[in-house]
């Protein structure tokens, strides 16, 4: 039997950031992966090896925004280890049916430009739109990027400069109550107050469609924060695809002498006297840990799948029960297509330019075409009669993931995990079989055909992955790739629950971390690097509250020597 310091289970990008964060403070980590490769959902793989050999293919995350609000890239020094980011400019390109479309640029002014030619006044309010977003991005990224509970953490985060955005976004009673209400709304709502543009409303929503919800849904107004994202910090993607991300952290782990298993299934956590004590895989074999056990796989799975009932109502008695009953997620999730292709896709009737292949194509027609592709598969339905999709050609970009002069295509559509009227057929009971995954793939081809023909004759081979499939490689329930839904009762303190949103359980030495605990999905490696910190500070709680304290010192003694760095505005580095 194999004793370690910790276990990870699950080694997604969170488990392997939380892991490297271990191995620099000392302490020996094994990671378990069920599959022959980590990364979880950042994986860049040859999924078609004999149909298109050579061509690489991103399976789930593709464009990475959070990273860039966090310290993690910076911290892990992942550049030395072979991560290069390649940022997008453009960041957005969406036709419209009327022929107008929209062209977002990663600058402001570029991108208002844009917008001018078609409405000047959308152009001054995008401006002033974008303008807060921003503001509630600094003020907010330095919760993003502590414990939800630890105070000294969050404070030592801030500096003048993201002090002075906090204050313009909630420094009144009028500004709060604002943002209050902000929050309170929806995607929808907000689009119809600030614009009048169909053009531009309609890629705006798909964008904050991509939290999981309906532009309509109540409550979710922050997801209009997402175009903002793309101007500031910026979208990138990894060189080589997502999956580069996930090898630099192998190897960082791997000089740091920590240990990663792959095909290695956990079947249960072991718990003795009420602490965790090490894991069971599908083989028997048993790994022993001495501090702790660090699960990134969702909270469902672990109590109700991985932990015995009785060791779970000895810490906490109503846990079970309110994690079956509480945790939301609406059924929504994607069926994902990638085409080889040997040429890229071409929009004729758009005054096409490759560069509009560099950032994310939406497909999305109406603010009213994005409803009905998110509140579908919530229902059970597919809404496939005229799909809204979310499009990439990665080689335009990185040409690297493609033999010379081919290109690859990353489709998302947002479909049911749970087909209504089909339960308990295809896969996993879900209905799905690869007749209809294929069907459905048709129609969304078809429908990008109607805006870049060349889709259907550039196509050298085709790999389509229902929601069952995906559910079942990422060991997702639900296929949900954000664990549980990101609604605003399911996040910060609240996420996935109360008693738990701090990383810590009730069972002493069992810790969570992954999409489904704060700030939540993407790629980031912020649910990673807390978790790290909550973990270090159960093992030195005095210590490491002197060290937060002392780095919130520097913080601030640092903010007022250097007030404000050019790359804390936008306008900054346009400028540059």
């Not at 593709?62 to 860039?68: L, Q, R, S």
């Not at 890629?203 to 999981?212: D, I, Q, T, W, Y």
């Not at 501090?291 to 969702?298: E, P, T």
Request: hydrophobic content about 40%.
């Amino acid at each position: 039997m194999q004793t370690y310091d910790v276990i990870i289970i699950g080694a997604g990008h969170n488990g392997l950031v939380c892991a490297a964060y271990l191995l620099k403070a000392g302490y020996r980590v094994l990671l378990l992966e069920q599959r022959s490769v980590p990364g979880g959902a950042a994986t860049t793989e040859e999924a078609l090896p004999e149909e298109a050999p050579g061509f690489k293919f991103n399976l789930c995350a593709i464009d990475h925004e959070f990273i860039h609000l966090g310290p993690v890239v910076e911290e892990l020094e992942l550049t030395r280890y072979g991560l290069e980011y390649l940022f997008c400019d453009p960041v957005v390109f969406c036709p419209h049916p009327d022929g107008k479309y929209f062209l977002g640029h990663r600058s402001l002014t570029q991108t208002c430009a844009e917008i001018e030619r078609y409405s000047p006044r959308d152009a001054q309010k995008y401006a002033e739109f974008t303008d807060y977003w921003l503001r509630v991005i600094r003020a907010m990224s330095p919760m993003f990027n502590a414990p939800p509970r630890s105070l000294l953490d969050i404070a030592g985060n801030f500096d003048l400069g993201k002090l002075r955005d906090l204050v313009s976004v909630v420094g009144s009673t009028n500004k709060a109550l604002d943002f209050v209400r902000t929050m309170l709304t929806s995607a929808e709502d907000l689009l119809n107050e600030w614009f009048d543009s169909e053009f531009l409303k309609a890629p705006l929503a798909r964008l904050s469609a991509e939290m999981g919800v309906p532009p309509s849904q109540k409550n979710q107004g922050i997801g209009t924060i997402m175009m903002a994202l793309r101007h500031d910090p910026g979208m990138a993607r990894p060189r080589g695809g997502t999956g580069a991300l996930t090898q630099a952290l192998v190897k960082l782990i791997k000089t740091l002498g920590g240990e990663i298993l792959t095909d290695q299934c956990v079947k249960q956590v072991l718990i003795d006297d009420g602490r965790a004590v090490g894991v069971r895989v599908a083989n028997g074999s048993e790994y022993r840990a001495t501090k702790g056990v660090i699960s990134n796989i969702d909270a469902q799975r672990l109590f109700l799948h991985l932990l015995d009932a009785a060791d779970v109502n000895a810490a906490d008695p109503e846990l079970r029960d309110r994690l079956e009953r509480r945790i939301i997620n609406n059924n929504e999730t994607i069926l994902k297509i990638d085409l080889a292709m040997s040429e890229p896709l071409r929009f004729d009737r758009y005054n096409h330019r490759d560069e509009y292949l560099i950032g994310s194509v939406l497909i999305a027609d109406s603010v009213r075409h994005v409803e009905i592709a998110h509140a579908d598969p919530a229902l059970g339905r597919i809404p496939d009669a005229d799909p809204s999709l979310y499009v990439v050609q990665p080689t335009m970009l990185d040409p690297s993931m493609a033999p010379d002069g081919m290109h690859t295509l990353w489709i998302e559509f947002f479909a049911p995990y749970q087909i209504a009227g089909l339960e308990g057929t295809g896969d996993n009971g879900t209905g799905w079989t690869d007749e209809l995954k294929h069907k459905v793939a048709d129609r969304v081809i078809d429908k990008l055909a109607e805006y870049a023909p060349n889709v259907k004759t550039a196509t050298i081979a085709r790999r389509v992955e229902s929601p069952a499939e995906l559910g079942a490689r990422l060991a997702s329930i639900k296929g949900n790739y954000y664990h549980i839904d990101m609604t605003l009762e399911q996040m910060v303190f609240l996420r996935p629950l109360p008693e738990i949103a701090n990383y810590k359980t009730p069972i002493d030495g069992l810790f969570l971390t992954g999409a489904g605990t704060h700030p939540g999905g993407s790629i980031s490696g912020m649910p990673g690097r807390n978790c790290a910190r909550a973990f270090l500070h159960s093992q030195q709680p005095i210590a490491q509250t002197l060290r937060d304290a002392r780095d919130s010192f520097k913080s601030a003694t640092k903010s007022i020597l250097r007030p404000e760095s050019k790359s804390t505005r936008i306008d900054s580095r346009e400028q540059n």
